[in-house]
């Protein structure tokens, strides 16, 4: 990592990826599908209704002389900015847009399926030609996992595979770039996002041949013949599915990915929004998807990748904020909110404690850019929105910049009714 510590219409797959036909009366979605936009209808722009307070005025003071942008909202409304409106690098706090984003697209009950397929029926035991597996974007795929797929194979009857078994490779591009990202630095934070990944992907040089590989062994561990190896190449439009697994829930996987900020995740989940939305499994594709989605929710925002390794992916704290007040509205609110580390977890293991807060950290090293966006429970009860967007320090400098503010807005009094669980 390079840190510290739409609303749109799917379209069809494109013409190289393979068109897979179920078994007869089965299923193969999300355990609860969702449309794109689930969220329902836009929800209103924040008013924005600044507030002369005490603790506005000891925010003033710790921002003073710093090149540090601040906003801070409440129950539909902006309390506090400064230098709050212009757009400024996210790093990490990307995050939270891909987060939304693929909350509101796939629904948070939604599994990435990985499949094996064929272009025949299994006859007599046997399986003529090839034994195709195709990824859809699970990023916690393992070999233990397909190994309960092989189980599942061999209990459909196969006991011989005249071909070879076959990782698919035109699910997702194979891209590993985005604008803004350092040559020779940025991919040393994530590896190759593939819709077909294995172990992370971590030291793979073919993931879906190793991937294939895996499924091989644990076919062959169980008595099943193949006469081929393990492949990788583009799978053939109109296969047969034969069995799957399913990723955990899309729920978890947020939740991993923003506690720990894990890169790889984020990655994998905007080119699965690239192939949802656009029909294309890019890294360009899941960005502009993003970018679509905040912009239907009335946020500009620059969107180069899903993890915020570029220092183009760009909006302003008024657009976090705004983004963090509708989030509280959303049908996916609970799953969201939870996946924000809190005090002594993930990315804040060592800040902040003793408050109720949530937030996503982000830190960018080279070209120095820190961030803290999320909740944080006022002395009043009311639970207040904020973003925390600095450029130009490290983290040295800018963590204790950005603790002090969220502390002031822990004591603050901050007239409202008292908010529920945040």
């Known amino acids: 990592m390079m840190l510290v510590a739409c609303t749109a219409v799917a379209h069809p797959p494109p013409s190289g990826h393979p068109t897979l036909v179920p078994p007869s009366g089965a299923a193969l979605g999300s355990s609860a599908a969702a449309s794109p936009g689930s969220a329902g209808p836009t929800p209103p722009r924040p008013r924005i209704l600044l507030t002369d307070a005490s603790w506005t005025r000891a925010i003033d003071g710790v921002v003073a002389g710093r090149d540090v942008a601040v906003a801070v909202g409440v129950r539909g409304r902006i309390i506090y900015l400064h230098r709050g409106r212009t757009p400024r690098v996210l790093a990490s706090n990307e995050k939270i847009l891909t987060s939304m984003t693929a909350l509101d ?97 971590r030291g793979a040089g073919s993931p ?36 799957w697994i399913r990723s955990a829930p899309l729920a978890s996987l947020v939740h991993s990915q923003n506690h720990d900020s894990v890169n790889f995740i984020a990655e994998m989940l905007t080119k699965a929004l690239g192939a949802r939305v656009e029909g294309r499994g890019s890294t360009a594709a899941g960005a502009r998807a993003i970018r679509a989605w905040a912009r239907g929710w ?35 609110r609970a799953v969201f909110v939870r996946s924000l580390p809190t005090p002594g977890q993930g990315t804040l293991t060592d800040r902040l404690v003793g408050l109720r807060v949530r937030a996503k950290t982000g830190t960018l090293f080279v070209r120095p850019a820190s961030a803290l966006s999320g909740y944080v429970r006022t002395a009043s009860g009311t639970i ?39």
């Open 208 to 243: 879906e041949r190793d991937a294939a590989s895996a499924l091989r062994a644990g076919l062959v561990a169980l008595g099943v013949r193949i006469r081929g190896g393990a492949l990788a190449g583009p799978a053939p439009e109109h296969l047969r599915r034969l069995a």
């Open 384 to 422: 207040a929105a904020f973003s925390i967007l600095t450029a130009g320090y490290g983290s040295c400098e800018a963590e204790p910049i950005e603790d002090a503010i969220v502390r002031l807005l822990a004591g603050a009094r901050i007239p409202g009714a008292a908010d529920g669980p945040a």
């Open 105 to 201: 697209v796939f629904g948070a009950r939604h599994r990435f399926p990985t499949v094996a397929a064929a272009d025949a029926r299994v006859r007599g035991g046997r399986l003529r030609g090839n034994l195709w597996l195709i990824g859809a974007g699970d990023p916690g795929l393992t070999a233990a996992r397909l190994a309960t797929l092989a189980a599942r194979l061999h209990a459909l009857g196969i006991r011989r595979i005249t071909g070879s078994i076959e990782g698919d490779t035109s699910a997702f591009d194979r891209g590993w770039w985005a604008p803004g990202w350092l040559a020779g630095i940025s991919r040393s934070y994530v590896t190759r996002p593939t819709a077909l990944a294995i172990d992370g992907n």
């Open 298 to 332: 009335h946020v500009r925002a620059s969107v180069r990748d899903g993890s915020g390794l570029s220092d183009q992916d760009r909006t302003s704290p008024l657009g976090m904020v705004t983004l963090l007040l509708d989030a509280r509205r959303a049908p996916w």
